[in-house]
């Protein structure tokens, strides 16, 4: 049984504008979690690197990492209480990130799906550091001894490895837990949303049409817009949920009304159960501005002022570094480092 205090560890990565999913699958439950034990979240900068880099997208990383801490303070993250930081900030990630390297093993990294998915047919031209990823994120967890990681689906595969690692490093060298095994936490009806053109395919900030996701910088204008533009069928809206097979885009209007609404999918079917798209779209279109026009909004009003969003993040890495600062320390003399 650990005997690590309870901590929560998240981030995201500042590529590209946040949307509906990143609100409703993650930070929608930073705001509850903020409130029921410690947390710590990371703009994970350091990781955006594995994208293409250069000089152009070093003025994107960070204009992107202002833009995502502004989204995680306007969707009601407060850095008063919840250190909010940049990664980059806190060296101690890569630290351990190199000892991490050399107790994870190819053969695990070679079985990491979502590097099969991003390096696809040409696996020789990505970079290493997309390859070791997934270490550098169980360092970002571990480097706290964090107990709880909300994750998605396509995440869990990479915290699983985290908890491989920490076992390694423990049996390794003979400190029983001296890491924990950190858990998922993976909560919400609408943990996974997907895209408003396609129901088979996630909501992604990399999709080419912009009408496949409401950004959270989106005009309350756009917002409905696109609600109303989004894909659907000629059927109404099923009675139960048994109705949504073969119908994902439906499923998927449906769950995101119900996490907005903070309520259930079959309390939605009861309500609008047999009834026609065109008018449930209406009322998802309203449900939606009211949900998260006030945070575009608020991302705008704190954006116009660059100096103190780096103040905050100067402020959380400095609590953040903290917490890691000692847990190295004793890592490096555990690993037999000297000095």
């Known amino acids: ?6 901590l ?10 946040l949307h509906l999913g ?9 705001v509850r979690m903020q409130s029921e034990m410690p947390c710590l979240f990371c703009v994970v900068d ?85 390859y070791t990823y997934p270490v550098l994120m169980a360092a970002d967890i571990l480097v706290y001894r964090a107990t709880h990681v909300p994750v998605g689906e396509d995440q869990k595969q990479h915290l699983e490895l985290a908890r491989d690692i920490a076992q390694k490093f423990n049996n390794d060298f003979g400190v029983e837990d001296f890491f924990p095994q950190p858990e998922p936490v993976i909560t919400g009806p609408a943990t996974r949303v ?4 396609d129901g088979a395919k996630k909501m992604s900030k990399t999709d080419e049409s912009d009408n496949s996701r409401i950004n959270l910088t989106d005009s309350a204008d756009t917002i409905a817009q696109k609600i ?11 009675e139960d949920k048994k109705g949504f097979e073969g119908r994902p885009e439906a499923e998927n209007l449906v769950n995101i009304y119900a996490a907005l609404a903070d309520t259930t999918p079959d309390a939605v079917l ?45 402020d959380g890495a400095q609590k953040a570094r903290a917490i890691a600062a000692p847990i190295i320390a004793e890592t490096k003399k555990v690993v037999g480092f000297v000095g």
């Open 46 to 130: 350091m990781h955006a690197l594995t994208q293409e880099s250069g000089y152009a997208k070093a003025d994107d990383v960070r204009r992107a990492t202002r833009e995502v801490t502004a989204a995680y303070i306007a969707a009601g993250v407060d850095p008063a209480r919840t250190p909010i930081f940049n990664q980059s900030q806190v060296a101690e990630h890569g630290e351990l990130a190199w000892i991490f390297n050399c107790v994870a093993r190819l053969g695990w990294l070679d079985r990491m799906t979502q590097f099969k998915e991003k390096s696809g047919k040409h696996k020789e031209r990505s970079s290493v550091g997309l």
């Open 270 to 314: 009861g309500e609008y159960g047999g009834k026609q798209f065109s008018e449930f779209k209406n009322a998802l279109a309203e449900l939606t501005v009211a949900r998260i026009a006030p945070i575009a909004d608020e991302m705008r009003r704190l954006l116009a002022d660059e100096a103190e969003i780096d103040r905050i993040l100067k």
């Open 194 to 197: 997907m895209s408003l053109r």
């Open 8 to 17: 929560v560890l998240s981030g995201m990565q500042p590529t590209n504008t």
């Open 228 to 238: 109303r533009k989004a894909k659907t069928d000629p059927n109404p809206l099923p």
């Open 22 to 30: 990143n609100y409703l699958g993650a930070l929608k439950n930073w």
């Open 1 to 6: 049984m650990t005997t690590h205090k309870q």
